[in-house]
């Protein structure tokens, strides 16, 4: 039983997680604006969340958790990412050599963000579903 809930919200883990990690690679590129000679990075989403689905991180893969102890349970933090992360080619080159375009950025994060709220309701939708039909009538 508890196996077919993992299948069931893998799709969704692995989603919020990625989304989590774009949005972080997302700041850091608006943060980075004014550093001469920072490369803008990004993810192509999709093929990171097809290969993670594929791979099934939730269960397997990974990385082990460092244990101080022995007595401590071995545990499976999720897989490391970026690195497949992208250079982004300007539309525009700067002469200080940095490839971050503000409108673009910003037009990605908001983006980002809208996708990550969405993909949270989608899954308080279907944890919900799933607790209406195993409540008794």
Wanted: no cysteine.
């Amino acid at each position: 039983m508890i196996d077919q809930l993992d299948a069931a919200f893998n799709f969704h883990q692995q989603a919020l997680g990625l989304r989590q990690e774009r949005q972080k690679v997302l700041a850091s590129n608006i943060a980075n604006a004014d550093t001469p000679g920072y490369k803008a990075r990004d993810m192509d989403f999709a093929s990171e969340l097809r290969h993670a689905v594929s791979r099934g991180e939730s269960s397997r893969g990974g990385l082990d958790l460092a244990r101080t102890s022995a007595r401590h349970l071995a545990g499976q933090g999720p897989a490391a990412p970026g690195s497949d992360l992208l250079y982004r080619v300007p539309a525009q080159p700067s002469l200080d050599g940095n490839t971050v375009e503000m409108d673009r950025e910003r037009s990605q994060f908001a983006d980002n963000s809208v996708r990550y709220q969405a993909a949270l309701t989608l899954l308080n939708r279907r944890i919900q579903g799933l607790k209406t039909a195993m409540q008794p009538e």
